[in-house]
């Protein structure tokens, strides 16, 4: 049972990636899922988050109108479409699902490395 996040790497400011979450050993559509991100030396926060059936999304100020979360139940995966990066968004990205409360989600992703070069 996990999840794993994936698509990550290097891009310039302005650019795009795609990251996604597939999970294994359990049905991802029964679980809100959600992005978070930690920078060096920084807190981890939350970026982006998106109810079961993906009726209802959440957006973090700082990320607003650039990225996009979604999730394709069929597949068991959930995606974050990051348009316009900025070097603030440099960080390692997770993501998470939860039955209930963010406060303590019941599986986490891996993570995986987002940097963007000005």
């Known amino acids: 049972v996990q999840l794993q996040a994936s698509g990550g790497g290097l891009v310039q400011a302005g650019g795009s990636l795609r990251l996604s979450c597939a999970a294994s050993g359990f049905t991802l559509g029964y679980y809100a899922i959600g992005w978070f991100r930690q920078a060096p030396g920084k807190e981890r926060e939350g970026v982006s988050f998106?109810?079961?059936?993906?009726?209802?999304?959440y957006y973090a100020d700082p990320v607003k109108g650039r990225f996009t979360i979604s999730r394709d139940n069929a597949k068991n995966m959930v995606y974050l479409q990051m348009n316009s990066l900025k070097p603030e968004d440099t960080a390692v990205y997770y993501c998470?699902?939860?039955?209930?409360?963010?406060?303590?989600?019941?599986?986490w992703g891996q993570g995986t490395q987002v940097t963007v070069s000005s």
């Open positions: 998106i109810s079961s059936f993906g009726g209802s999304t």
């Open positions: 998470a699902a939860t039955l209930g409360s963010w406060s303590a989600p019941d599986y």
